[in-house]
């Protein structure tokens, strides 16, 4: 989420809580002091991601400047991150049944703090996350890994739930990001998937028809990626 979308959020939960103190006796002023009391731990709470994905990311980056010494090029294309904005948080309360506390959703939900790596290569997949997950400060909570074990979409990615601490004014708190590592191929079908996937008004044959066309699409861009990882291991062979 960006500051600005931080700022609706916040201000959307600053009016539902106006309109709740609307019918109590209460000065203007103490009106304003409960919500700017009331919004404190939440934006507290979305600090701390903000925060934990600017580690998450600089650790990426610091491994990115390494990498390009070592061997040709650097591993990485883009790096995106993004806070789950408050809808979906709200949303995925619902749908999964979690207490609606700030302490559970911390709990309960993994993928509030989310960071995307972009790479070259699949093998720069594994050697980035593996150089990450070496890091004494990092933790691995959950490892998924759909490039091996491909979802039934085709969707293809290695995904690592870690924790991280981050440092603040009196305290030191671990914080939990999605990472998700992607070759540009597998980035590039799961956006285009991502986008058709919220298409209304498909019949459910048509629908069937173009899952089996993605997925089909999902393997030829697989391919793709080992033929470039061939290349690549060709010419680092010929170059040692
Ligand atoms: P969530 O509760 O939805 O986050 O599920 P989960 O905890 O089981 O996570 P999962 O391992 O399924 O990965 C969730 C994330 O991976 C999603 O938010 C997407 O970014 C991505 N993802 C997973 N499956 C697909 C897919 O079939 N297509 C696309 N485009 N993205 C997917
Ligand atoms: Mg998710």
């Not at 870690?162 to 540009?184: A, Y």
Request: charged share 30%; aromatic share 6%; proline share 3%.
């Amino acid at each position: 989420m960006n500051s600005e979308q931080f700022i609706d959020s916040a201000g959307k939960m600053a009016m539902e809580l106006a309109e709740i103190t609307q019918n109590m006796d209460m000065s203007e002023e103490s009106m304003l002091d409960l919500i700017g009391d009331s919004l404190l731990p939440v934006e507290q709470f979305f600090a701390n991601y903000n925060c934990a994905i600017m580690e998450i990311e600089t650790k990426f980056k610091v491994l990115n400047e390494q990498f390009s010494l070592k061997y040709d090029g650097n591993p990485i294309e883009s790096i995106h991150s993004r806070v789950k904005d408050y809808d979906s948080i709200i949303r995925k309360v619902i749908r999964k049944n979690i207490p609606r506390d700030l302490q559970s959703i911390e709990e309960k939900i993994n993928d509030i703090a989310g960071v995307r790596v972009v790479c070259s290569f699949v093998d720069d997949i594994y050697r980035l996350a593996d150089c990450l997950l070496r890091q004494d400060d990092i933790t691995l909570i959950r490892k998924k890994d759909y490039i091996k074990n491909p979802k039934p979409t085709g969707y293809r990615s290695l995904h690592l739930i870690v924790s991280v601490p981050i440092f603040l004014e009196n305290e030191k708190k671990d914080v939990k990001v999605e990472v998700q590592l992607r070759t540009i191929a597998m980035d590039f079908w799961a956006s285009l998937e991502h986008k058709m996937r919220y298409k209304k008004n498909i019949s459910p044959e048509m629908l069937e028809k173009l899952s089996h066309e993605l997925t089909d699409c999902a393997e030829i861009s697989s391919s793709l990626d080992s033929r470039m990882q061939n290349v690549r291991n060709l010419i680092l062979a010929e170059n040692a």
